[in-house]
C-alpha cells in the first residue's frame, strides 16, 4: 500500500506545482486585483492551501521513501 502511495506522489507533486504556476502566474498578472472581492481571496486561499499540500506531498515522499532504504 505505501509502495502505492510512493509511486503516485511525483505525479501529485508535478499536478500541484503545474496548478501552483498558473495560479501565481495569475495572481502576478496586472488584471487580477481588478477582479471582485470574492475571486481575489479564493485564489490566494488556494495558493496557500497549495503550498501546505506540496509541503505535506514533499514530507511523506521523504518519509516513505526513507522506510524504503
Not at 11 to 18: H, N
Not at 21 to 34: C, D, H, M, S, V
Amino acid at each position: 500500500m505505501e509502495q502505492r502511495e510512493l509511486d503516485s506522489l511525483p505525479g501529485r507533486i508535478e499536478a500541484l506545482e503545474t496548478e501552483q504556476r498558473a495560479l501565481n502566474e495569475l495572481i502576478a498578472g496586472p488584471e487580477f486585483y481588478k477582479e471582485g472581492a470574492d475571486a481575489i481571496n479564493r485564489s490566494l486561499a488556494r495558493a496557500d492551501a497549495l503550498q501546505r499540500e506540496l509541503a505535506d506531498a514533499y514530507s511523506r515522499w521523504d518519509e516513505l521513501d526513507s522506510r524504503r532504504q
